[in-house]
C-alpha cells in the first residue's frame, strides 16, 4: 500500500538547534516526494522536492530508497521556521503533483 | 493574483443535504485538483480536473462529484452529506494537466461543518 509515515507530531526546539522531520514512505515504484509547509493562519505552500535538490530556507531534504525515508532537515532553527510540515508523495508517474499521498504532518516549534 | 480562490469560506450543513464548493484557480492554470483534509489528518486526495473532465479520482464514493468549466474554474458537489464529511476542503491549481511538473498552489480552503 502506498503510504507516508511522519511519527512525530509535534517537535519543539530552541533556536539555533538544529531540525531533522522524518518522514517514511512506501510505494512500490519511482518515488517522487516533496515537503509541503503551512504557516499560521496561510495557505499550505510547496517547501521543497527531492528531484530539484535544492535547499529552500536553509531546508534540504534526501531520498534514501534503502531506508524509504526523505527527512527534512535544517542545521540551525529559526523563530520564523514554526509551522506544520507535510511529507507528501506523488502517484503521477514522472511527479507531478495533481495526486498526492500526504502525511498526517509534525507541528514545528521553535522557541527563542 | 489573488491566486487560488475558495467560497464560502465557511459551510454548516445538516446530514443528507448536498453542498456546492467553489474554486477559481490561479491565472494561468487550467488543472484543479480537489483535497479533502479532516481535523488533525492530512489532505487526502479526491480528484483532479483538466480539459473539463475528470482525469484522476483519489478513494471517494460517487456521492463527491465534480466540475470544471470553460473558465477553468471548478465546483465540488458532496450528496447526501454524512458526520464524517466534516472537514476542510483544499483545491489547487497547476497548469498543464495531470503529467504536468509545474508547481501547485493551495487556495485557502472551505470549512463544511455536517451537523
Known amino acids: 500500500a502506498q503510504r507516508v509515515t511522519q511519527p512525530e507530531k509535534l517537535l519543539s526546539v530552541f533556536k539555533g538547534a538544529p531540525v531533522e522531520l522524518k518522514c517514511n514512505y512506501s510505494?512500490?515504484?519511482?518515488?517522487?516526494l516533496f515537503w509541503y509547509v503551512q504557516y499560521s493562519r496561510q495557505r499550505l505552500q510547496l517547501l521543497l522536492r527531492?528531484?530539484s535538490r535544492e535547499s529552500i530556507k536553509g531546508f534540504t531534504a534526501d531520498l534514501n530508497k534503502g531506508e524509504t525515508s526523505f527527512h527534512l532537515k535544517k542545521p540551525f532553527a529559526q523563530e520564523e521556521d514554526s509551522a506544520m510540515y507535510y511529507c507528501?508523495?506523488?502517484?503521477?508517474?514522472?511527479?507531478?503533483?495533481?495526486?498526492?499521498?500526504f502525511g498526517k504532518g509534525t507541528k514545528l516549534s521553535v522557541k527563542p | 493574483d489573488a491566486g487560488v480562490t475558495q467560497s464560502p469560506t465557511h459551510l454548516i450543513k445538516t446530514r443528507g443535504q448536498q453542498v456546492t464548493l467553489r474554486c477559481s484557480p490561479k491565472?494561468?492554470?487550467?488543472?484543479v485538483s480537489w483535497y479533502q483534509q479532516a481535523l488533525g489528518q492530512g489532505p487526502q486526495f479526491i480528484f483532479q480536473y483538466y480539459e473539463e473532465e475528470e482525469r484522476q479520482r483519489g478513494n471517494f464514493p460517487d456521492r463527491f462529484s465534480g466540475h470544471q468549466f470553460p473558465n477553468y474554474s471548478s465546483e465540488l458537489n458532496v450528496n447526501a452529506l454524512l458526520l464524517g464529511d466534516s472537514a476542510l476542503y483544499l483545491c489547487?491549481?497547476?497548469?498543464?494537466?495531470?503529467?504536468?511538473?509545474?508547481?501547485?498552489?493551495f487556495g485557502p480552503g472551505t470549512r463544511l461543518t455536517v451537523l
Open positions: 491565472s494561468g492554470h487550467d488543472t
Open positions: 527531492h528531484i
Open positions: 507528501a508523495l506523488s502517484r503521477n508517474y514522472g511527479g507531478s503533483q495533481g495526486n498526492l499521498i
Open positions: 510505494y512500490s515504484g519511482s518515488p517522487e
Open positions: 489547487a491549481s497547476t497548469s498543464g494537466g495531470t503529467s504536468s511538473y509545474n508547481e501547485q498552489f
